[in-house]
Every structure is written in C-alpha cells, then in structure tokens.
C-alpha cells in the first residue's frame, strides 16, 4: 500500500474527482441506453397494434371479428425476426384466438387502469412488456386485444452494460491513480528540490539558493520567494554577528579605559584633586557607557520590531524648541549660532517619544560635527499634505564615499581625523530605523568640510 505522500494525495485527490466524472457518464450512457430500448420495444409494440387494429371488423351483434387468415399469416412471417405475442378476448374477457407462438399460455388482463399502458411482466416466467388495447362499438367495450414483446434481448443488452461498465469503472480508476501519481511525481519535483536544498542550508551555511524552474509557474515563484526570504535571512544573520561584534567592541573600550583609570588610581596616593579630576573622568565614562548601552537597547527593539508605537498628535515645534534647550549649554560651549523661523505652528500624528529621539540624535550630531562659532539653520515648511523638516549645520560634513555607510552601525566617518569628537556611530543607524518604522521619508546629504542637511518629511 502507497504511503499517503503528498504525491499520493495529489493523485487521490485527481482520482476521485475524475471518479465523479466517469461515474456521471457511465450513468448517462445507461440511462440513455435504457431509455433507447425501451422506446424502441414501446414503437415496436405500438406499430404492431395498429397493425391488428385495422384487421379487426366489428359486426351487428356488437361483436369483432377477427381476420384470422391474415393476422396469422402475419404473425408466422413475423415470429422469427421478432417475436411478438398477440391475444383477442371477447367483451366477457373469454378468449377468441390467440398467436401461436403463446402454445398453451395465455397473457395476462389487468385492470382498466392499465388500459392502453405499457406493462412488464411475466409469461412461462420469461419477461415481457404488454399493451392491452380495449375494443369499442358506439362507446360499448366489446372486447380486448393484446399485444406484447420478449424483454430477454434488452435486459441482455442492459445487463452486459452494466456489468461491462461497473468492471471498466475500477479498472479506469486505477490506471488514472498510476497515471497521476507519475504525472504528480514531475510536477512536484521542484517541491522535492527545494526540501533538498533547504535541508542544506543552515546557520553556518546560508549560501546554497534553490535552482528556479524553467517554467514561470506557481513553483518558479514559491522558489524565487523562498531565495528571497534566504537572502534577507543571509543579510540579518550578517548584521547580527557585525552588530554583536561591534557592540561588544564599543562596550570594551569605555570598560578598558574605565578600567585603566581606577587601576591607576589604586597605585599610589594621590591628592584630592587628581582624585577628583579621574572620578569625574570615571563619571563620563560611566555615563558614555551607560547612552551606549541605551542606544543598543534601543536599536536592539527596532531589529526584532518589538517597538510598540504611540500615535498621537504632537506639536513638532515645541519638540524641537525642547531639544534645543537640552543642549543648550553644548551650544554656547562652541558659540554655536542657531537659526530656526517657525512662520506658523506645525502639528503631525506620529509617536512623540520616537520623533524627539530623531529629532534629538540629528541635531546633536550638527552640534558635535559642527566648528566653534558655526551656525545651525533649521526650518519647517508645509507641503501639501506633507510636512518637512530640515535641520542643516555648516561643520565638517561627511565625505562623499561615506554616505552610503554612516548609516550602518558603529560606522563613523574618518574618525581618526577628529579624535576629539567622541561617539558611538550609532545615532544615524536609530534615526533610519524609527524613520522606517513612522514611515517618514529620511534624506542626508553632505559636503566635506562644508556642512550636512537633513530631511524629515512626514
């Protein structure tokens, strides 16, 4: 017995449906079979009737009388081809002749309901169809004639249909299973290949990509699919391992110098200012350490979209007039000139605590990147339906080979020629992930050593 494969199912299920097919025209060419016999024996018996009707004579007495003559004549040349039994009673239902082929039996007289009407029965335990045809003078029944036919010839005939055809139909239906199977077994053979190649694949093999088919069917799309799925796969197992190996690498540096600080500190005895002066340097690195950690967390809730949003209506004005108090004492530390001209109040629908945090990571970034005495510009406008954002700085810029990058990760742009500047490259890897998730169009462009300009449009 086959295993009940998904071939197999394919198979069955192709079968049973052809089954109900094949089941319907076997019945139909039964019934149309039955219905042509049955009509032609009817005619049949009908023709011969007429045949008897017109010997029949009907005298004074109101009795008919039979021209035995001719209609025996007629029933001996018709006896062989088909036989045909014919039988006259008088208006007392007695017997007056019958055909010879009857010998000693008789045909049987029903009810008046049955007059005119064709009826199966039996004669010498043979079956036969009758008509009994009542004989009427001026509205007076004066007696009957009978006519019937064999019915062992259509009942042959229907018989060995019916045996043919209930023999052919398991015979049918199994070919078409091993017919179907094998046709199943091709169609699905890139099912197979791609439960083959998926079994090749794993956390340290994500290479292996199923072939596509030929034909550009359904499958050819299942396979194009899954290769895609693969290749995202690839690219987020490749970002968690640069992802892990850069953070536990950031991690580790504001740790070592941690480290080193306290180490030296333990050495000798030192004075309360020099205690001072490397705890608050310990301090700064703790809470280096502690925005980091922060800023890991929160990309960490973006990359397993665990981030459960707040829509609201915000003010976009007062958001940003709250980040600029914020960093107020940073931007008075470098003279930092900041231009913003609101010419009216702007309200969007979106997560306020996310917004901020874009808003905050891009304007702190002008102020990290920018000179002393430099000059931030940012503006709101209305455009359409859409509101833009733009915040703009005029400091050291990003090179041009590196704008495709500084949205990676722990990517910074050229750091070892602004040692100064600290951080961890992770404020514009944020600012595209929540971008993506509000659904806000985000656009960086920038000049080395001429400044940077962000886009918000929401």
Same mark, same amino acid.
């Given at each position: 017995?086959?295993?009940?494969?998904?071939?197999?199912?394919?198979?069955?299920?192709?079968?049973?449906?052809?089954?109900?097919?094949?089941?319907?025209?076997?019945?139909?060419?039964?019934?149309?079979?039955?219905?042509?016999?049955?009509?032609?024996?009817?005619?049949?018996?009908?023709?011969?009737?007429?045949?008897?009707?017109?010997?029949?004579?009907?005298?004074?007495?109101?009795?008919?009388?039979?021209?035995?003559?001719?209609?025996?004549?007629?029933?001996?040349?018709?006896?062989?081809?088909?036989?045909?039994?014919?039988?006259?009673?008088?208006?007392?239902?007695?017997?007056?002749?019958?055909?010879?082929?009857?010998?000693?039996?008789?045909?049987?007289?029903?009810?008046?309901?049955?007059?005119?009407?064709?009826?199966?029965?039996?004669?010498?335990?043979?079956?036969?169809?009758?008509?009994?045809?009542?004989?009427?003078?001026?509205?007076?029944?004066?007696?009957?004639?009978?006519?019937?036919?064999?019915?062992?010839?259509?009942?042959?005939?229907?018989?060995?249909?019916?045996?043919?055809?209930?023999?052919?139909?398991?015979?049918? @239906?199994?070919? &078409?299973?091993?017919?179907?199977? !094998?046709? *199943?077994?091709?169609?699905?053979?890139?099912? $197979? /290949?791609?439960? =083959?190649?998926?079994?090749?694949?794993?956390?340290?093999?994500?290479?292996?990509?199923?072939?596509?088919?030929?034909?550009?069917?359904?499958?050819?799309?299942?396979?194009?699919?899954?290769?895609?799925?693969?290749?995202?796969?690839?690219?987020?197992?490749?970002?968690?391992?640069?992802?892990?190996?850069?953070?536990?690498?950031?991690?580790?540096?504001?740790?070592?110098?941690?480290?080193?600080?306290?180490?030296?500190?333990?050495?000798?005895?030192?004075?309360?200012?020099?205690?001072?002066?490397?705890?608050?340097?310990?301090?700064?690195?703790?809470?280096? @350490?502690?925005? &980091?950690?922060?800023?890991?967390? !929160?990309? *960490?809730?973006?990359?397993?979209?665990?981030? $459960? /949003?707040?829509? =609201?209506?915000?003010?976009?004005?007062?958001?940003?007039?709250?980040?600029?108090?914020?960093?107020?004492?940073?931007?008075?530390?470098?003279?930092?000139?900041?231009?913003?001209?609101?010419?009216?109040?702007?309200?969007?629908?979106?997560?306020?605590?996310?917004?901020?945090?874009?808003?905050?990571?891009?304007?702190?970034?002008?102020?990290?990147?920018?000179?002393?005495?430099?000059?931030?510009?940012?503006?709101?406008?209305?455009?359409?339906?859409?509101?833009?954002?733009?915040?703009?700085?005029?400091?050291?810029?990003?090179?041009?080979?590196?704008?495709?990058?500084?949205?990676?990760?722990?990517?910074?742009?050229?750091?070892?020629?602004?040692?100064?500047?600290?951080?961890?490259?992770?404020?514009?890897?944020?600012?595209?992930?929540?971008?993506?998730?509000?659904?806000?169009?985000?656009?960086?462009?920038?000049?080395?050593?001429?400044?940077?300009?962000?886009?918000?449009?929401?």
């Amino acid at each position: 017995m086959f295993s009940f494969s998904y071939k197999n199912r394919i198979a069955f299920n192709y079968i049973l449906s052809t089954g109900l097919l094949i089941s319907v025209v076997f019945f139909t060419i039964y019934a149309i079979t039955l219905y042509s016999i049955n009509k032609h024996i009817n005619d049949d018996i009908l023709e011969e009737s007429g045949e008897y009707l017109k010997q029949i004579e009907i005298d004074s007495n109101n009795a008919y009388l039979i021209q035995v003559d001719e209609w025996r004549e007629s029933d001996n040349n018709r006896v062989n081809v088909n036989p045909v039994f014919v039988q006259f009673l008088d208006n007392n239902n007695k017997l007056i002749d019958k055909s010879p082929n009857l010998k000693k039996m008789q045909l049987q007289l029903h009810k008046d309901d049955k007059d005119n009407l064709f009826v199966d029965s039996y004669l010498n335990k043979q079956p036969i169809r009758q008509i009994q045809i009542p004989l009427f003078d001026k509205d007076k029944k004066v007696g009957y004639l009978f006519v019937a036919m064999s019915l062992d010839e259509a009942i042959l005939i229907l018989s060995n249909l019916r045996n043919t055809l209930f023999i052919a139909f398991p015979l049918i @239906l199994l070919l &078409l299973f091993f017919i179907a199977r !094998l046709i *199943a077994g091709r169609s699905i053979k890139p099912v $197979t /290949l791609i439960t =083959e190649t998926s079994r090749r694949i794993t956390t340290d093999n994500l290479k292996g990509r199923i072939i596509l088919p030929q034909n550009k069917d359904e499958l050819y799309v299942l396979s194009k699919t899954i290769n895609n799925l693969l290749d995202r796969i690839e690219n987020a197992v490749e970002r968690e391992k640069q992802f892990t190996s850069d953070a536990s690498h950031e991690l580790r540096t504001p740790l070592t110098v941690l480290k080193g600080t306290l180490e030296v500190l333990v050495r000798k005895t030192r004075s309360q200012s020099e205690y001072e002066d490397k705890i608050n340097f310990s301090i700064s690195e703790v809470n280096r @350490l502690n925005n &980091l950690v922060d800023q890991l967390l !929160l990309l *960490a809730r973006f990359e397993n979209h665990k981030q $459960t /949003l707040r829509i =609201e209506k915000i003010y976009l004005n007062a958001i940003i007039l709250d980040v600029l108090t914020l960093y107020s004492s940073k931007i008075n530390d470098k003279k930092i000139e900041v231009f913003h001209d609101f010419t009216k109040d702007y309200f969007i629908k979106s997560d306020n605590y996310l917004v901020s945090t874009i808003i905050s990571n891009v304007i702190s970034n002008a102020i990290k990147y920018s000179n002393q005495n430099g000059k931030i510009s940012i503006n709101l406008t209305k455009n359409g339906s859409k509101t833009i954002c733009s915040i703009s700085d005029n400091g050291i810029g990003i090179a041009s080979e590196d704008l495709g990058k500084i949205l990676n990760p722990f990517y910074r742009s050229n750091p070892t020629f602004h040692p100064e500047i600290k951080g961890s490259g992770l404020g514009l890897s944020i600012v595209e992930r929540i971008t993506k998730l509000l659904d806000i169009e985000f656009k960086i462009e920038s000049d080395l050593n001429r400044g940077t300009h962000v886009y918000f449009i929401f």
